[in-house]
């Protein structure tokens, strides 16, 4: 029985070490951490207790150990992760700025995932949910058409999809993703978009009228809008809730928003409320915000206990 999946990029970060050093200038790097948002979400479900699994690709290499090392140590099945001879693991240089910005160079065009396939009938069997990421449905247009191929099975088998947009405006343009989102959207029953990605997928001026899109989608049962330290409120559709941030000194913020998904779902597995599932959700966001790496908060059981009963 597998309690989430979730199919997608996996690379790993390397970091400039403090702020406001641009790429192009010679500097120090910290790294390499494990990474990429289906990784995140994934790790930390498994650190809180649930039974996960991903589907993706890592090149036969160093960088592709790092990932595999971590993944399988917090519990991660990542059995159905390709290790490539040909291909090497994806990678993403970062650097960091004074406003909150942060810059990027992506060497992800080439990588394994893009190998990745969907799984036959009968090979996974008991899926609770499927989380995906709308990062790696834009990540390459045949690998999005096997995350698409995995959604329809498990769907059809009972999962329930859990879907995070986690784009960029600049990113969704291309027509076909357009129709990759929409079909995502139709069989979603949790949506967790940030303003800018619920303004930007429904095409509305206002986050009622979008909400209300949303929700014309017979099938969605949740939809948390997250935002940051400001917060959540989460939809349903017969009540609306708000959930606080927990207050930390931010670290690195990257990675947040996939503990957020990660312990959210986690929640929703263990019984919890939609309400203490958000806040599972924002307690890991937290400690995740105050570790620097992607994936480095100190999230455990213990730990977001202790969180959310300060």
Do not use: W
């Amino acid at each position: 029985m597998t309690d989430i999946l979730t199919m997608g990029e996996m690379l790993v970060e390397i970091m400039r070490e403090r702020e406001e050093i641009p790429l192009y200038e010679a500097g120090t790097f910290k790294g390499p951490y494990p990474s990429g948002a289906p990784a995140i979400c994934i790790d930390t479900a498994a650190r809180l207790g649930c039974h996960t699994a991903i589907i993706g690709g890592v090149g036969k290499d160093d960088f592709g150990k790092c990932l595999l090392d971590r993944l399988k140590n917090d519990g991660v099945d990542v059995s159905r992760v390709i290790e490539s001879e040909e291909r090497a693991t994806g990678c993403a240089f970062v650097t960091y700025f004074k406003d909150g910005s942060r810059q990027f160079i992506f060497h992800m065009g080439n990588t394994p995932a893009v190998e990745a396939k969907a799984p036959g009938r009968g090979e996974i069997q008991g899926v609770k949910y499927m989380h995906i990421m709308g990062c790696s449905l834009m990540s390459n247009p045949d690998f999005a058409q096997e995350i698409l191929k995995t959604m329809r099975l498990l769907s059809g088998e009972g999962a329930k999809i859990s879907f995070d947009p986690n784009i960029r405006k600049e990113l969704f343009t291309d027509g076909s993703i357009h129709q990759v989102v929409r079909e995502v959207m139709e069989q979603a029953s949790i949506f967790l978009p940030g303003l800018e990605e619920l303004l930007l997928i429904t095409g509305k001026n206002t986050v009622e009228e979008a909400v209300e899109a949303c929700f014309a989608h017979p099938g969605l049962e949740i939809l948390v809008l997250k935002n940051g330290s400001k917060g959540s409120r989460i939809y349903q559709r017969d009540s609306v809730a708000e959930v606080d941030a927990y207050p930390v000194e931010q670290v690195d913020a990257t990675g947040a928003g996939d503990c957020f998904d990660g312990a959210f779902l986690a929640g929703l597995i263990q019984g919890k409320s939609v309400k203490e599932a958000a806040q599972m959700g924002a307690a890991a966001g937290a400690l995740n915000a105050a570790a620097f790496g992607p994936m480095e908060g100190k999230i455990n059981p213990e730990s977001l206990k202790a969180m959310m009963e300060k």
